[in-house]
């Protein structure tokens, strides 16, 4: 489990492909490495990972070709940089929500906009994913937990405003137009959403018989 708190934004220093899959480095600070260890699990830009190989802050994984084709990391080149949080604890603060390092879809950038102390950005998804985003609710883009200010389900597109503390620590200091998120509903929501709509689908069922 993860907390959607970004711990640290870090360098991917090399990309290995492989038959059926790819291999690629990032480079950790100190403060992270601390009891990490082969088959740790660690959330990069929001999905998954398990740590194959240490060698000082060099940090493996290994990326499967259906991960490679359903999220981000399969644009990611050498000397990109990565949302980084390690699994948490038992104990420790959840300090944004709950969230599992499991990509729900791709969202693209469709519009980024400045102010002197934020920047706005409009995300768009396929429209049926939209059932489970709602204005003042959860939402993890690129592994980090974040509330939408403006969903719009009709258009597919809803909206993020990003304090400069958030742009600093991740890669949203420097996405624009046409980049792609990996986004991870929240998932109390969706189950909530998926719950109600049986619960009117049997109803309805039962009023046609």
Known sequence: MYTGIIQALCPVVEM???PGLKSFVVKFPERLLAGLQLGASVSIDGTCFTVTKIDGQ???FDAMQETLQKTTIGQLTQGDFVNIERSAKMG???GG???SGHV?????IVDVSESENNRFM????DPSWMRFVFSKGFIGLDGASLTVVDADAKAGT???HFIPETLRITRFGSKQVGDHVNVEIDPQTQVMVETVERVLSKHNGSGMS
């Open 16 to 18: 290995i492909d492989k």
């Open 58 to 60: 060099q940090v493996s």
């Open 92 to 94: 420790d603060e959840i």
């Open 97 to 99: 929500h709950p969230m």
């Open 104 to 108: 729900s879809t791709m969202a693209e």
């Open 122 to 125: 409009t995300f768009k998804v």
């Open 158 to 160: 809803f909206k993020v």
